[in-house]
């Protein structure tokens, strides 16, 4: 390795860990799987990479090798709180693909997640992919949730969990469905607070680099947040990918719109998305590091 090479690696290093650190002093509004945000959160049928964790456990199983993660979405206006998420993702040795991963917020803990009025929220994470049959694999989360309310000192701590299949209908067409807070579920109640996010997706790659998606979220309408969710990215020459996505809320008048890129540099991926309309302007930053 050259001594650019390798000077390039290591102001990426220090890159990661400035990263993961400063989710503890910005204020985001936002799950920090960021290519997923720039494609309008459309990805349950996409999920190849740790936004897997987030939209679809059983897309691990697309991973190609191992992965360090970490991301922060950057909130300007008033809302206050920050989220942070770091993982480690390894691909299939033969006993399923897996990540691990921590998520902590605070004050917000985002509209992917059932403690949303909590003041502050660590979620452990393990989530584990495995093959079904056929082009068909299967996945699930186990999490681990302690948080407290804004207004009081006191922790909570629980456990749940998610389910997902990811089938391969065709060599261009892929079908996700993933169900959120199995635990939610079975406590009943409705409303931002609630669990048990049913999500559907689509994804179709006409050609290598291009890749459309739609998503219909919160389906049966737990959260009472039930919306559609359209994406493309865009395969450049150099590594360079370029996304846009929509999400918009089939009840409300509630709609957002999203720009993203990302890089290949060597080993590393760095990714950046940027969210408009109804999340008034967030910037979410990710960087990974595969070996």
Known sequence: MGSFSRGRSFVLRLLLIGLLLSGFQVRTLASPAVRALGMGGAYTAVADDAG???????????????????????????????????????????????????????????????AASCGEIHDFCYSLAKPAAGGVYWGGNVRYLRGRESSSSSWQSTWTGDVSV?????????????????????????????????????????????VFAVDGYDLLNRLQSRAVRMGAEFQLTGGVA?????QK??????????WGAGINLADWRVEYAYLSGDYEGIHAMGIAWHF
């Open 52 to 114: 897997a964790v987030f939209w679809n456990p059983a897309g691990l199983m697309q991973i190609e090798e191992r992965s360090l993660v970490g991301a922060v979405v950057f909130h300007p206006g008033e809302a206050e709180g920050y989220e942070a998420f770091i993982g480690y993702l390894e691909q299939d040795t033969g006993y399923g693909a897996g990540a691990l991963s921590w998520y902590h917020g605070s004050r917000f803990a985002g509209p992917e997640f059932s």
């Open 249 to 258: 809320e089939t009840e409300t008048n509630w709609k957002a719109w999203s």
């Open 166 to 210: 990811l089938a391969r209908l065709s060599s261009a067409v892929r079908l996700g469905i993933a169900f959120r807070d199995i635990r939610g579920a079975v406590n009943g109640g409705k409303g931002r607070d609630a669990g048990g996010n049913l999500m559907l997706g689509l994804a179709f790659e006409p050609e290598k680099g291009v």
């Open 242 to 246: 370029l996304r846009a996505g929509l």
